[in-house]
């Protein structure tokens, strides 16, 4: 993809990854990484966490290089709390690893950590995310990081002198000025897996970076109190009351804390990108200690990595509490395409935040990402506005579904709306939109339509939705005064010669001007424009009670030219 690295921001990091790559290791596969806790509901946040190295992994693909993307999932963390909508009896795991958690009633998974992972892993697929898993649980459990472990320990002084350096500045300074959560939707999301907030290791029998699962109640609810260097010996206490020693170099139930285990992950999986969040980046947090302990006692370099902002969402009303109160990534594919979402995270640099629109602000959305397409069509499009554009419709292994006939989004959800989900109506709708070239099957307007449908269904409540008059309004169409009457006579003429979305939408309009003696043509004045909003709410009034409703050609075309005539027959 030919752009330029001044205006495209992935071009830039990737330049900047492989020019890193080849520093460290020449011709070797250049690793991305992201990390995700399945503590819980993976969120739209949380996904920037992936979409920023997949987009610069993906791009550094494209140009020809051998790159992996590589996701960690942190399923050996411990469980922190029990979240709403799930039995407080959960309360009794508090401590144990994820992967040791049962998972939520009525799941078909093994324990906590596949329950959530599952539906991430499926958002991903449908989003052409390639990635390289890692379980961070066979990681520890399987004796991969022994000698990584193994060394921390013996090198725990030094660690503990780093650590010391910063919990010295974090009494004596102010706290670090924190970005403002685009929503409280964000805001509740911050919190993250809270691994940024473990503690570090330091206990009244001296300074430990590993932490022991308890053998007999298998919660991190430990305490070391010594290590010998020579035998590997390590003895624990638990709150439980069980203690025991155990020799290190065979012992794999437990974890290095998280401000020594971040950076040995980075020296062990040769990390060159990885991007954080702002709860990892202020003075003193992981991020910020991590670099210094690769450098100073792993011996590595820490990898390139942006500070990522917040993604707020628009429109939460609807969304369950016992989600987490905070979309996912499958929340979001239900009512947007895969390239839809993918453009929201590739045409903003990591540091600015944006808002996912669960509200009505999704038709704007669709209607910026249409008019795109068509610049794109036709050689307009700005270079930084085609880099997203090309990074949203595919990946470096080839294109992602598209809808064939891309309907707008809104005239779609007006049409779900009055059909009230008939599959046959819709089709005579969708039909009449364009009688020169019109829709032949519903599957020509999927997967779109199929999100429309879920949107109004899901996000629109009730008391919104479109229900068209049975019967005329008679003491209404009684009341009318003869300039109404007019300009409904003059709708019902042309209506007929005028029966396709674009006629439609241009009668409509041209009313109004016809009786103020103006051709359908004339430029809308001030005063023009007043009288059609009162020619349209009284449309809206006769068709389906109310003075809004979805845009008025798509009305007609849905409530049909027959009923159009009788509800407005006066």
């Not at 038709?363 to 610049?375: F, I, P, S, T, V």
């Amino acid at each position: 993809m030919a752009v330029s690295s001044e205006t495209d921001w992935v071009s830039r990091f990737a330049d900047e990854v492989i020019a890193e790559a080849e520093r460290r290791a020449p011709g070797k596969t250049i690793v991305c990484a992201s990390g995700l806790s399945p503590s819980g509901p993976i969120h739209l946040g949380n996904l920037r966490e992936v979409m920023t190295p997949h987009l610069v992994a993906d791009e550094i693909r494209r140009r020809g290089y051998e790159c992996v993307h590589i996701i960690s999932w942190d399923d050996y963390d411990r469980f922190r709390k029990v979240p709403a909508g799930i039995d407080p009896a959960w309360a009794e795991h508090i401590g144990k690893p994820l992967t040791s958690v049962p998972a939520p009633h009525g799941s078909p998974y093994a324990n906590w950590a596949e329950h959530f992972k599952a539906p991430m892993i499926a958002a991903l697929a449908e989003m052409g995310i390639e990635f390289h898993g890692i379980s961070q649980t066979e990681r520890y459990t399987s004796g991969a990081y022994r000698e990584q472990i193994l060394f921390a320990m013996r090198e725990r002084e030094r660690i503990d002198a780093i650590l010391a350096q910063y919990r010295t500045k974090d009494k004596g300074a102010s706290p670090a000025p924190r970005q403002t959560p685009v929503d409280e939707a964000e805001a509740a999301a911050v919190e993250g897996s809270g691994a940024a907030t473990e503690d570090d290791g330091s206990a009244a029998a001296g300074y430990f970076p590993y932490k022991p699962y308890c053998s007999a109640c298998e919660r991190d609810l430990t305490t070391v109190t010594s290590y010998d260097d020579e035998t590997t010996e390590l003895a624990y206490t638990c709150v439980c009351g069980f203690s025991e020693v155990v020799r290190l170099s065979e012992h794999n139930r437990g974890k290095l804390v998280w401000k020594v285990d971040w950076p040995m992950r980075w020296q062990y999986e040769g990390v060159v990108f990885e991007p954080s969040g702002v709860d990892h980046s202020s003075p003193g947090s992981s991020f910020i200690v991590g670099g210094q302990i690769i450098r100073d006692v792993f011996g590595g370099d820490q990898p390139i990595g942006p500070m990522y902002a917040f993604v707020g969402i628009s429109g939460m009303a609807k969304m369950s509490s016992s989600k987490g109160g905070v979309p996912t990534p499958a929340d979001a594919l239900e009512i947007m395409e895969a390239p839809l979402l993918r453009w929201l995270y590739a045409r903003r640099k990591p540091n600015q935040s944006f808002k996912i629109a669960f509200d009505q602000e999704i038709q704007r959305l669709y209607d910026e990402w249409d008019a795109l397409a068509r610049k794109v069509a036709d050689g307009t499009a700005l270079p930084a506005d085609l880099a997203a554009h090309a990074r949203a419709i595919g990946t470096a292994a080839g294109p992602l579904p598209t809808t064939p006939r891309p309907v707008p989004y809104r005239t779609l959800a007006s049409v779900v709306d009055v059909a009230a989900g008939d599959p046959e109506q819709t089709l005579r709708i969708l039909r009449d939109l364009d009688p020169a070239d019109p829709i032949e099957s519903l599957d020509e307007t999927r997967p779109r339509l199929d999100r429309a449908t879920h949107w109004v269904t899901t996000q629109v409540p009730v008391e919104q939705r479109t229900r068209v008059r049975d019967e005329p309004d008679a003491e209404l169409l009684a009341s009318l005064g003869d300039a109404e009457r007019e300009s409904l006579r003059l709708l019902l003429e042309g209506i007929d010669e005028h029966w396709s979305l674009e006629a439609l939408t241009t009668l409509v309009y041209s009313v109004p001007k016809l009786q103020a003696g103006l051709p359908a043509d004339a430029k809308p004045t001030p005063e023009l424009k007043v009288a059609q909003r009162e020619f349209f709410a009284l449309l809206y009034r006769l068709l389906v009670g109310r003075d809004t409703g979805p845009r008025l050609p798509t009305l007609l075309l849905a409530v049909g030219a027959g009923r159009v005539r009788k509800l407005l027959d006066a």
